[in-house]
Nanobody, 119 residues
Framework: QVQLVESGGGLVQTGGSLKLSCAVS????????MGWFRQAPGKEREFVAS????????FYKDSVKGRFTISKDNAKNTVYLQMNSLKPEDTAVYYC????????????WGQGTQVTVSL
């Protein structure tokens, strides 16, 4: 079993910032990716950002580029999502996930943390 625990969500006004954290434990991988996804009520879960654990390579959803930054601390097995200039449309439950480099799908997911951006 692989466990992922997200934290850092909350309520913030438009233009504010939040930093999410995700710690993974229970299994180690030689090479893997960690990603952030989000799901708003009535909408499909969508990709937000990802980072390679053994590299500095990152990917972002177009609408968050320049506002969100994904980072990692390999020693702590933790990935972060710094979210700046938040907008109401960023409101969602944010999930952390992990996958190996040999698969497209993410197999392990956290419980999610709520991010609410008010007007």
């Amino acid at each position: 079993q692989v466990q992922l625990v997200e934290s850092g969500g909350g309520l913030v006004q438009t233009g504010g910032s939040l930093k999410l954290s995700c710690a993974v434990s229970g299994r180690t991988f030689t090479t893997y990716w960690m990603g952030w996804f989000r799901q708003a009520p009535g909408k499909e879960r969508e990709f937000v950002a990802s980072i390679g654990w053994g590299t500095a390579l990152t990917f972002y959803k177009d609408s968050v580029k320049g506002r969100f930054t994904i980072s990692k601390d390999n020693a702590k097995n933790t990935v972060y999502l710094q979210m700046n200039s938040l907008k109401p449309e960023d409101t969602a439950v944010y999930y952390c996930a992990v996958k190996t480099t040999t698969t497209i799908e993410y197999h392990y997911w956290g419980q999610g943390t709520q991010v609410t951006v008010s007007l």
